[in-house]
């Protein structure tokens, strides 16, 4: 700096006043957006979201795990954007960039949306060739390209009998052709853990990952004591526990007990799965740090089935018939 330059000064505007003033009654948040309270220490706030403008009093949702990104304003940085701390995805130990479509199996493309995995086939379906049709008249063709085409085709068509990739019903909304992924298996095979699919189903009409909690199995070392299995059964499906209790998540307790539905255990190598479900909305209190809401899966039923998937293995589901 030479002698007689005047340093330039920028002054930040205060988000925080004090004392406090806050509004007699507390904001009302949708469902998945916490509420806390703000920067300043004062009032009750709905976390912003992932995209929505943050500062010191405005903050970001805590239990999402989202940050207030400064780094496009400065040289005052008092405005930022809130963003994910991590919105990679990864499978099979490696790492995928936010955005980034990739092909881990010859059948399916898939992309990376915030740390989940959406994946659609790349095989389309056909109509039956014209050549084996004549050859249902009995006219001569060559069976061995016949043979050929049909199990291509056979191919191209099977993975719609596998429930992974079961098409929704076309929904429209808002001028927005509704669409998503399945859920993927809980992130735990027993304590409170996390399932997600990619949907379109929001206001944007913008393929977004969406997340909800999940609860298959208490984590009970004594469980095959607990459950008890039918005299001449080999499979207890479903269970409860014997008195409803409040569900702890993120260091914060729900508001109401509840009494869940369980999938229970079998004494051979099978294993029970949810068949039939619904979706609730569970409200979490936290100590001194306001409360949240969560979408979570309620076991109604549950199957017992030789095919125990690994939860990790997106693709366990897959047949080549």
């Known amino acids: 700096k030479e002698p007689g330059?005047?340093?330039?000064?920028?002054?930040?505007?205060?988000?925080?006043?004090?004392?406090?003033?806050?509004?007699?009654?507390?904001p009302s948040c949708p469902p998945g957006v916490s509420l806390v309270r703000d920067g300043c220490g004062c009032c009750k706030i709905c976390a912003r979201q992932p995209g929505d403008t943050c500062n010191e009093a405005d903050l970001c949702d805590?239990?999402?795990?989202?940050?207030?990104?400064?780094?496009?304003?400065?040289?005052?940085?008092?405005?930022?954007?809130?963003a994910c701390k991590s919105v990679g995805c990864e499978f099979n130990r490696v790492h995928y960039h936010n955005g980034q479509v990739f092909q881990p199996n010859p059948l399916f493309s898939c992309l990376c949306v915030s740390g989940a995995i959406g994946c659609t086939p790349l095989f389309i379906p056909k109509p039956a060739d014209r050549h084996c049709s004549r050859a249902k008249d009995g006219k001569k063709t060559?069976?061995?390209?016949?043979?050929?085409?049909s199990s291509q085709q056979q191919l191209s068509t099977s993975y719609k009998t596998m429930p992974a990739y079961r098409n929704l019903p076309l929904i429209w909304k808002?001028?927005?052709?509704?669409?998503?992924?399945?859920?993927?298996?809980?992130?735990?095979t027993c304590g409170m853990g996390i399932s997600n699919r990619v949907t379109n189903e929001n206001s944007n009409c913008e393929m977004r990952n969406e997340k909800r909690l999940c609860y298959i199995q208490p984590c009970d070392s004594n469980i095959s004591k607990t459950v008890k299995i039918p005299k001449g059964k080999t499979c207890q499906?479903?269970?409860?526990?014997?008195?409803?209790?409040?569900?702890?998540?993120?260091?914060?307790?729900?508001?109401?007990?509840?009494?869940?539905?369980?999938?229970?255990?079998?004494?051979?190598?099978r294993c029970c799965v949810p068949n039939k479900s619904k979706m609730i909305t569970i409200q979490f209190d936290c100590p001194n740090e306001g409360s949240f809401k969560w979408k979570m899966l309620w076991i109604t039923s549950c199957v017992c089935q030789r095919n125990c998937r690994d939860p990790g293995d997106i693709f366990s589901e897959l047949k080549i018939l």
């Open 5 to 26: 330059e005047v340093a330039e000064v920028h002054h930040r505007q205060q988000f925080c006043h004090w004392p406090c003033q806050c509004a007699h009654q507390k």
């Open 237 to 269: 499906p479903t269970f409860q526990p014997v008195k409803a209790e409040k569900f702890v998540f993120s260091g914060c307790s729900s508001t109401q007990s509840y009494k869940p539905t369980f999938c229970g255990i079998c004494l051979d190598k």
């Open 62 to 82: 805590p239990h999402k795990g989202l940050y207030c990104d400064y780094s496009a304003d400065g040289p005052t940085y008092e405005t930022g954007v809130c």
């Open 174 to 188: 808002r001028k927005c052709l509704v669409q998503a992924t399945k859920w993927t298996p809980c992130s735990r």
């Open 142 to 149: 060559d069976q061995s390209k016949c043979g050929l085409r």
